[in-house]
């Protein structure tokens, strides 16, 4: 399962580097004076390297799309019936969940007009969670026999990145949104 994991992962950033760097050199060579959010609209519907490139785009969705619906569908789960143990496996949840999440994908992906708003959310939320929450969450895990104050100030340090990312994702989509307009 990891190898096949692997090779997905591999093909899905080779697939998104050769997109990437090709749409941009031919916007950059073809006379594109600004490249807009969605890099493959500066090329007429009918080009068909254009065609290509939406081609291979689509395949790289279709590959990652399991690699993350997974993930959040545990996480999902464990957040709203707890731990693995205390809740039987199988049944109909998972496939609702799986439904459900499904679902909101495609409802969030259809309101979307511009990826660079995409784009744009993703980073600020990513790197909000590299650069704190992810960090003091590992502190926490490996730091469980130290002494209540020390505990308790990484706590209030935890809370206080979690409330940081839940302040900057409505900052982000206002800033982009002020930005389209």
């Given at each position: 399962m990891s190898v096949a994991i692997a090779a997905a992962m591999g093909l899905c950033?080779?697939?998104y580097?050769?997109?990437?760097?090709?749409?941009?050199?031919?916007?950059?060579?073809?006379?594109?004076?600004?490249?807009?959010?969605?890099i493959l609209d500066v090329f007429a519907p009918d080009?068909?390297?254009?065609?290509?490139?939406?081609g291979i785009i689509s395949i790289a969705v279709t590959l990652v799309y399991p690699m993350l619906c997974l993930p959040c569908r545990?996480?999902?789960?464990?957040?709203?019936?707890?731990?693995?143990?205390?809740?039987?496996?199988?049944?109909c949840r998972p496939k609702l969940e799986t439904i459900v999440i499904i679902?909101?994908?495609?409802?969030?992906?259809?309101?979307?007009t511009d990826l660079s708003r995409v784009f744009g959310f993703t980073g600020a939320t990513s790197g909000t969670l590299i650069c704190y929450v992810l960090p003091l969450a590992v502190f926490l895990k490996l730091r469980k026999d130290q002494p209540a104050d020390v505990q308790a100030a990484t706590q209030v340090s935890a809370y206080l990145s979690v409330a940081a990312l839940a302040c900057l994702i409505p900052l982000v989509a206002l800033t982009t949104e002020a930005q389209m307009f």
């Open positions: 950033v080779a697939l580097g050769v997109v990437g760097i090709s749409g941009l050199l031919l916007a950059v060579h073809g006379g594109a004076v600004k490249v807009p959010g969605n080009d068909s390297l254009a065609l290509a490139m939406r545990s996480t999902l789960d464990h957040l709203l019936f707890g731990s693995a143990e205390k809740r039987p496996q199988g049944g679902g909101l994908t495609l409802v969030f992906s259809t309101l979307a």
